[in-house]
């Protein structure tokens, strides 16, 4: 594979924020917007602006406070939505229109009713129309998963002919798999008349759990370009995760490619979007979740201790989580336990160790989660007379 820069294009703002009780006010898209610029994306998708007066004022103010990132605004193929887009981006240093429509035999037949035929032609007008008001078109074929290939190819030849920069794959539906996705890309590079001149795209849902895995699977195979969205939001089982992404690149150096996201600011900008969105992050979700760096089984803590590297492949501090987290429960074992009354300022030896563990033993079995207060109230209860550290 060839070496490479990939893209990051983060659409939290316009496929994240689609998602039902998403919903964010312009002062807060312009927030997140300005944290997105800090992490270090390339792209930002502010919007749709035809949707509504609230999503094109947010990807107006959003353009006057980005400086660095591209600012994208999405619109389908339709004249009217690429003016209003066009409009909505006046302020843009780096504009960019998104545009297309779905290619799919299933969006040919049902949702346009329409023909192959037509359905291409439209893509060159649709790409055409938004050249005249920007430099920088993105195409996206709608349900390109789902495309038979040669078809797909013939569409975006189209694309390109008209002045597409950048073609969006999408996987709409999640239905792929990492290897037919990654085929996919790779057979749009070997087919496509003036690939080589833009940039392929790949934007995955999780409807199967791997959209992720289709993202990484496309870069392998030529993309240069990942949509993805912080804790991975979006449209029913959401996008792919942004952070998962980036972590990716960064653990797997054969992947042989690189991008410009500043890891030690995932956790905070994680956090920021959960608050904002009121939309929680399963714990156990990689990178971001509060389960992410906490072990609980005595075996994985005993070697945690020893050695971080034993059950960690991911320093906390490079994704800006300040330490892994030792949680004490009934499946602890006397490592964990020392090594928690340590850090509270118990001394303890290993006689005395053995007898507050069978007291904390006790308490375990009865509480999902032995806290500090409790390791206070066991030591205070048990016969050993260490002393708090001053
Ligand atoms: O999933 C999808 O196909 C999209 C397009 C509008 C880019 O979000
Ligand atoms: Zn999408």
Known sequence: MDTG???IFDTTLRDGEQVPGCKLNTPQKIEIAEH???LGVDVIEAGFPISSPGDFNSVVEISKNVFEPIVCA???GVKKDIEVAADALRYARRPRIHTGLGTSDSHIKYKFQSTRERILEWAGEAVAHAKKYVEDVEFYAEDAGRTENEYLARVCEAAIKAGATVLNIPDTTGYCLPDEYGAKIKYLVDNVRGIENVIISAHCHNDLGVATANAISAVMNGARQVECT???IGERAGNTSLEEVAM???QHPRLNVTNRINSKLLNPISRLVAERMGMLVQPNKAIVGSNAFAHSSGIHQDGVIKHRETYEIIDPVDVGVDESMIVLTARSGRAALAFRL???GYPINKVELDMVYELFLEHADLKKEIIDEDLHSIMSDSKV???VEA
């Open 5 to 7: 820069h990939v893209l």
């Open 36 to 38: 997105l610029e800090m």
């Open 342 to 344: 340590h850090k509270i």
């Open 230 to 232: 912080i804790n991975g």
């Open 74 to 76: 999405l619109s389908r």
């Open 385 to 387: 007379t260490s002393k």
């Open 248 to 250: 990716i690149m960064k």
